[in-house]
């Protein structure tokens, strides 16, 4: 990874308009959903991989190419399926007669944001090829680590009531997402407003008609990224969060907590969030902000409490309730 040059105020107001105008141009496409895009932005800042989980037919891979439409960066998207093999994800070796060795042929994840529909439709030793393309950042193929391009994102959808024919996705594997986002069913205004477009001319695989430009490059990305991380946490702020995820561990409700790679998560979307809010410090509010989409997936219900209708998202906001907050 490239060093990156020290940020001015210059540089760190036009990266934050660059993010903004992403937003703007994605709202083009996308009506409502303004969490969602916001967790996507997020996640481009903290170099985490986001899982959208959502009904058929609420745009979750509709709002990722868009998104990808807005960035001057490299895409690709791969469809999961029963029969996909790991070698299909890297890539591998092939036999080059003309030199008479093997030569790497990369594979999809070879790109800026990968898009990986249905995620939980292929079988688990497929989707373990992502365990270290999403922390490492490289493929390691016969003893040699091959480095992933910078930045890179793993966007990747599941739906959450059809299970038939699917793999559900172990903690080794969620743990690795940033955040789990919710993608909902949109309002009555909302879905007029889907319609009015549809009958207006609006093909969603045509993006370019639709007036969706890039509007933000690596480099403003770069200098988000390079802002973000000089936000300042005071220590009350950091002691609150490991209590956060502390008290995952302990919950009545859960058998599994939130690891420590789940509160580094939760602090650098905390700075994050503080710096898309224009503030270069953070306060408790950031990390409840983030607290739900950070921590939903890293935790795991006691059976009881499932039959009992207890969900993961009812189990956070009694614990950010009752953790103390920092003044």
């Keep these: 990874m490239t060093a990156t040059a020290?940020?001015?105020?210059?540089?760190?107001?036009?990266?934050?308009?660059?993010?903004?105008?992403?937003?703007?141009?994605?709202?083009?496409?996308?009506?409502?959903?303004?969490?969602v895009v916001s967790g996507l932005v997020l996640a481009l800042l903290c170099r985490g991989h986001v899982?959208?989980?959502?009904?058929?037919?609420?745009?979750?891979?509709l709002l990722v190419r868009t998104l990808s439409a807005t960035l001057s960066l490299d895409f690709k998207r791969m469809q999961f399926t029963p029969d996909l093999m790991p070698s299909d994800v890297t890539g591998s070796l092939v036999f080059d007669a003309r030199v008479a060795d093997f030569e790497f042929r990369p594979?999809?994840?070879?790109t800026n944001l990968l898009l990986v529909d249905e995620i939980n439709r292929t079988p688990?030793?497929?989707?373990?090829?992502?365990?270290?393309?999403?922390?490492?950042?490289?493929v390691s193929v016969e003893g040699r680590a091959r480095p992933l391009p910078e930045p890179f994102l793993v966007a990747a959808t599941q739906n959450p009531i059809e299970y038939e024919g699917t793999y559900p996705l172990p903690e080794a594997q969620l743990d690795r997402f940033l955040f789990k986002l919710t993608v909902p069913l949109p309002t009555r205004d909302e879905e007029y407003g889907v319609l009015r477009a549809h009958h207006l001319g609006f093909d969603p695989r045509d993006l370019v008609a639709a007036g969706v430009a890039p509007v933000a490059s690596?480099?403003?990305?770069?200098?988000?990224?390079?802002?973000?991380?000089?936000?300042?946490v005071a220590d009350?702020?950091?002691a609150y969060i490991v209590d956060l995820v502390r008290a995952t561990r302990t919950a009545p409700s859960l058998e599994l907590g939130?690891?420590?790679?789940?509160?580094?998560?939760?602090?650098?979307?905390?700075?994050a969030f503080a710096w898309l809010s224009g503030r270069g410090y953070v306060t408790p509010d950031d990390v409840k902000?983030?607290?739900?989409?950070?921590?939903?997936?890293?935790?795991?219900?006691?059976?009881?409490?499932?039959?009992?209708?207890?969900?993961?998202?009812?189990?956070?906001?009694?614990?950010?309730?009752?953790?103390?907050?920092?003044?």
């Excluded at 594979?107 to 070879?110: C, E, I, N, S």
């Excluded at 690596?218 to 300042?232: C, E, F, I, K, P």
């Excluded at 969900?311 to 906001?317: E, I, R, Y």
């Design 236 to 238: 009350g702020v950091l």
């Design 124 to 138: 688990p030793k497929t989707q373990a090829a992502l365990l270290e393309v999403m922390e490492e950042r490289q």
């Design 6 to 35: 020290p940020t001015t105020p210059e540089t760190e107001a036009a990266a934050r308009a660059a993010l903004g105008r992403v937003r703007a141009e994605i709202g083009k496409v996308i009506v409502g959903q303004e969490s």
């Design 258 to 271: 939130a690891s420590p790679r789940g509160a580094t998560g939760m602090l650098n979307a905390a700075k």
């Design 289 to 327: 902000a983030i607290a739900r989409p950070a921590l939903r997936h890293r935790v795991r219900l006691r059976h009881e409490a499932e039959l009992e209708g207890v969900t993961a998202d009812a189990v956070l906001d009694a614990l950010l309730a009752t953790v103390p907050t920092p003044r």
């Design 51 to 61: 899982l959208l989980e959502g009904v058929p037919g609420v745009a979750k891979t």
């Design 218 to 232: 690596a480099a403003d990305l770069a200098a988000a990224r390079a802002a973000a991380r000089t936000v300042q």
């Design 107 to 110: 594979g999809p994840v070879f």
